[in-house]
């Protein structure tokens, strides 16, 4: 699929006056990291010095395609046709303009940039999932609509070193010294004795212009949440995900410990979820979902009714990973059904308490390890694909959803399987996204059962 040539691309050498102030601001800046976010949403790509800079702005810069689609172990995956079938191949890869921003954490003055690949014919390659996003964002507009965009990331903070078997280890509390064991959600004195980390983050986050909004310690022992102001350009709010996530992984390392955003590290305590929160404005910037609670807006009724049908479709990009289904598990505050409710984090699509005017559905089915580029892709082609179709969603669920509908148990292997056969999918995001990200999970499903586990050696090696 050849789409229009990139908009992003300098005719000639030089900055654009956003990313230019950005680095004027960035004193004796030396280097630049070239980053590409792949499916996982793992960031690989290139580090530069500062005078090659102006020629990737004007001539971009090579990176293999299969780049897009390795495994989560960093392997090429030859069932995408990405690999050996095509000489694997470099593309073309050009600098999103205003994402240049600094590297606040870094022992000397970097600078991180975007990049956007592209295909054969100089057109936006389908597959990549900032535009697997854009294109749901094409289709809002020619609708005269404009979602607006929130994310909240939820997260661990271990020590650095796993103990001997290569176990998570419990961090310290910073203030005492003493192992994290108790679970005290939303506890102040927690971000007290956190404060050298939220601080730096913090920081971080002035310095690179990530939104930055609320942090609170949430449900398990060493466990936070980091909320993202809402943006009317869903495109930035993830890009500032990506950054976040990235600050986070980076402040946590340089102070001893390890940030965490799998799904669920550990067994007997919460998982970690990936919320994403939104509203459409239409044309003349009305929120479409405004109503007294109670009294859904058609629209608002719609777009739940898509996210209902799209919800199987979709899951393997809310769960893209083994252990996202270790999450799933009842009484954790994760999504085992697609009801909806207002103000009930028992359901799926949450209504927050709020006013009228800023109704919104907060998405709570995905984990903090999906690609928050395709979660976000997902929430709103669910959303717009209801809207279209007028799909109504029932009641709203008011007390405990769990014994109030029937409590599903996804699987991997059968949430691959939905995704390889959706018409939906391949509507949305393109037959071609759908092979490349279906094969990527089959192969790394594969690989992942041919491994023998701890447990089995416990259970079977002298047992039968």
Known sequence: ????????????????????????????????????????????????TRDALDKVYA?????????????????????????????DEDRICRPVPGSLRS????????????????????????????????????????RGLKPVVAVELEFYLFEQRPDADGRPVASRNPATGAPNRSTQVYYMEDLNDYR???????????????????????????????????????????????????????IAQQQGALASFMAKPLVDQAGSGMHIHVSVLDDEGRNVFASPVGQPADALRHAIGGLQRSAAD????????ANSYRRFVLNAFVPLNTCWGYNNRTVAMRIPHGSEANTRV????????????????????????????????????????????ENLTPFWRDTIDDFLASDFVAEWFGAPFRHIYGQQKLKEMRSFNTQVTDLEYDWYLRSV
């Open 1 to 48: 699929m050849n789409l229009p040539s990139h908009p992003q691309s300098p005719a000639a050498a030089g900055l654009p006056e956003d990313d230019a102030a950005t680095l004027r601001g960035i004193d004796g800046c030396e280097l630049i990291d070239l980053i590409l976010p792949d499916m996982n949403g793992l960031l690989r790509g290139k580090r530069i």
């Open 59 to 87: 001539d971009g810069v090579c990176l293999p395609m299969s780049l897009i689609a390795t495994d989560i172990t960093g392997n090429t995956v030859e069932e995408t046709g990405l690999g050996y079938d095509i000489g």
């Open 103 to 142: 590297v606040p954490w870094a022992p000397r003055p970097m600078a991180q940039l975007l990049l956007a690949m592209e295909d054969a014919a100089g057109g936006l390659f389908e597959a990549n999932p900032r535009e697997v996003l854009r294109r749901v964002l094409a289709r809002y507009a020619a």
């Open 196 to 250: 050298g980390f939220t601080d730096a983050v913090a920081a971080a986050c002035r310095a690179q212009r990530i939104p930055a909004d609320t942090a609170v310690a949430e449900y398990a022992p060493g466990q936070f949440e980091i909320n993202l102001k809402h943006r009317d350009d869903a495109l930035l709010a993830c890009d500032d995900a990506i950054y976040l996530k990235r600050a986070i992984k980076a």
């Open 314 to 321: 979709c899951l393997l990009l809310f769960a893209p990973n």
């Open 362 to 405: 907060e998405h709570r089915i995905a984990g903090a390890d999906a690609n928050v580029y395709l979660v976000t892709a997902a929430v709103l082609a669910g959303m717009l694909h209801g809207i279209e179709n007028g799909f109504d969603p029932g009641p709203p669920i008011v007390g405990n959803a769990y014994e109030q509908t």
